[in-house]
């Protein structure tokens, strides 16, 4: 497949080439279940492979550090215009290297030091820029935390569902500036509407990370936030199926803050290479297919979790609304670990991350919790049935996880499940 017009130059590198061929033969070959992962499209690609490269572009369109820019001022605006359409947005930030630089740049507008902050805990689904211990962003703001109902395994009114009641206890205690919606390990709709109306009550303001959704709500399969929040933040690269990358919406009353913030606050030049991805990107999520696409991911997580449970793993919250499934694998198996379990799975051909489960007892390095996603498997043209399959190869090889042979075997069969779901396939034959 080319990406670019230079694609050949790089057969001058034997090394890089050797190994870009190796992950190439590990991406087509093994199942990639990483919630924050997908498969990018050529042409996404070959935006990011582009001679933007070159490019300093400090500032904003038509309020530049450097001259040149008279054509990436096009493709950002671009890329802006694209984005805000998309969601229905007032504005558009398109400069985030990452999703964490998203959030912390949004702290940075919208916060002063030692503000009080209301977000999701880590281990209950949160994200380290949620206020972790482990995160710059808990040395500069007083984080509180809310988490998740307790563990109810009866269907009709299952736990381990964001606990509003403590939201918003939590905000009359704390009175936050900001309370943060949004998670990296939750598997339910976040209602925007009841996180507004919290926000409301306490007169603080509203943030929706949403990293993992972002393609979902593009795709009108999540509740768009933004009608809700003041800002909302979110990566590129996950159910949006774009660039490594992230991005910042906000109502008009918070842009100039926000794009101060990004630049010089948080960066320097940006990547805008990275930015006509986004722009490729967006374009592509407008798009119909891709309306079906996110509707194909739910259908295929929520067959996934159904699957799962068959085998005997513990789907936390009791299902999936999204693209993932965190799965509680002590009911599955006392003794195995998420990273036993992760490790195992690897050798198998199928990729994942291990994940605590809310009140884990074993660290976060250890986990008791296994996550899962959809996203990238579905844009590889998997369904409902694959993933059944996939949930009983998972159980299998698990369960006879000291016998090589087993291993061997699921890593087969995982190779030749691959072999008829190349995301590349109609691109390169
Ligand atoms: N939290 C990571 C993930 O969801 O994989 C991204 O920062």
Redesign the pocket.
Known sequence: MSASPFDDFIRDDAEVVELLGREWARQTSTLQL???ENFASPAVMAATGSILTNKYAEGYPGRRYYGGNQVVDEIEDLARRRLTALFGADHANVQPHS??NANVAVYQALLNPGDTVLAMRLDQGG?LTHGSPASITSKFWNFVSYGVTPRNDDPASPGEHIDFENVRALALEHRPTLIVAGA?AYSRFIDPAAFREIADEVGALLMFDS??VAGLIAGGSHPNPVPYADVVTFTTHKTLRGPRGGAILCREEHAKKVDSAVFPGQQGGPLEHVVAAKAVAFKEAAQPAFARYTAQIVANARAFATALANEGFRPVSGGTDNHMVIADLRDFDAELTGKVAQEVLDRAGITT?RNQIPDDPRSPFITSGLRVGTAAETTAGMGEGEFAQIAALMARVLRHRDDENVIEDVRAQVATLCAGFNPYARFTS
């Open positions: 990483i919630a924050s999703g964490a994200h990296t990293a993992h991350n």
